[in-house]
């Protein structure tokens, strides 16, 4: 049985579709496009009593109101083709790490080809020390490197691969501990090391995520710099 609504729908020529019926590639949209709700504004102008006539605040009102919803639904539609170009970059993008290097949150080195280790800390103050200690992976330090006083922010070193006897030490792995203050206060840091990529896995949602020896999985979000 029709309701009076979708009489006057069906009078105006505005198919409205339900059940089954709207599952099928022929069915009309059962929702109101722009073209739809001009000829309802016509027809209820039409066919107002003329000693009672639509007030113009409530006219205006729809007006506003269904040009809201229509703009909301081309920002949707826009905000998913945007969101839809950047996944595929995203993913792009991800795939180039493999076999490059990035500069990570971690305390794990290894040496590099030609010796020695970079790395970085991050200091969230200005300190008026700062020191970082590289070990052995038994817990042997092998060379404390004092870098001073740094302001706020990311302060980079370099080790050649030298104890502080002098003696070669090796490829690593390395533990790296860092350590920062002004006054005998401790600054708040973190260790940050260059590590390469091995390979970075694509979930089905969420950020692609990076495998680094040493330093297992991380997301690429993560990644403070690129080698």
């Known amino acids: 049985m029709m309701s009076s609504f979708d009489t006057t729908l069906a009078n105006l020529g505005i198919a409205k579709s339900s059940g089954a019926a709207a599952n099928t590639a022929t069915t009309k949209s059962s929702t109101l496009g722009q073209a739809d709700f001009l000829k309802l504004m016509t027809a209820q102008l039409k066919n107002q009593d003329p000693f009672a006539p639509v007030d113009n605040t409530q006219m205006v009102a729809q007006m506003a109101q269904f040009s809201s919803v229509a703009g909301i639904s081309e920002m949707n539609s826009t905000l998913k083709a945007i969101s839809d170009k950047l996944a595929g970059t995203s993913q792009s993008d991800a795939l180039s790490y493999v076999g490059r290097t990035v500069l990570i949150e971690g305390t794990s080195a290894y040496g590099r080809t030609a010796g020695g280790i970079a790395g970085a800390i991050e200091l969230d103050d200005d300190a008026g020390e700062v ?83 040493g330093i297992g999985q991380v997301p690429i979000t993560s990644v403070r710099q690129i080698g």
Do not use: C
């Open 131 to 213: 020191n970082v200690s590289i070990q052995s992976a038994d817990g042997q330090v092998l060379k404390t490197i004092q870098l001073g006083a740094h302001v706020k922010g990311t302060v980079d070193y370099e080790w050649d691969g030298k104890t502080a006897d002098g003696a070669d030490a090796g490829s690593g792995p390395f533990n790296i501990k860092v350590n920062a203050g002004t006054d005998g206060a401790e600054i708040t840091s973190r260790s940050l090391v260059w590590a390469p990529v091995a390979s970075v896995s694509m979930p089905s949602s969420g950020t692609p995520v990076l495998t680094l020896p």
